[in-house]
Nanobody, 121 residues
């Protein structure tokens, strides 16, 4: 069974940057489309970004376009989310998830436990 572990979260000031990693084990990562999601306290979970199996296709929420970049290294079984120009409203628990369908528009079947990002002066 695929297992996902997020890392790279932390505390950063507005305007700062972080790079999140999503490391996969148990099954080759290249079979799966991978999405990054976030959930802030009191808010619903939202999709931040997604990347296709090959990495050729990516998508972003409007709120992060131009600031966040998703990428993947299938040889390292890792997907990254580079976050620049961070804002306080980016504060949330960030999760990565994998779609067995290989399609970013499909259901996510496996989830990590999350990594916390806090953006504050």
């Amino acid at each position: 069974q695929l297992q996902l572990v997020e890392s790279g979260g932390g505390f950063v000031q507005p305007g700062g940057s972080l790079r999140l990693s999503c490391a996969a084990s148990g099954f080759p990562l290249y079979y799966y489309a991978i999405g990054w999601f976030r959930q802030a306290p009191g808010k619903e979970r939202e999709e931040v970004s997604c990347i296709s199996t090959s990495g050729a296709g990516t998508s972003y929420a409007d709120s992060v376009k131009g600031r966040f970049t998703i990428s993947r290294d299938n040889a390292k079984s890792t997907v990254y989310l580079r976050m620049n120009s961070l804002k306080p409203e980016d504060t949330a628990e960030y999760y990565c998830a994998a779609a067995v369908s290989g399609n970013c528009h499909g259901a996510m079947n496996y989830w990590g436990k999350g990594t916390l990002v806090t953006v504050s002066p």
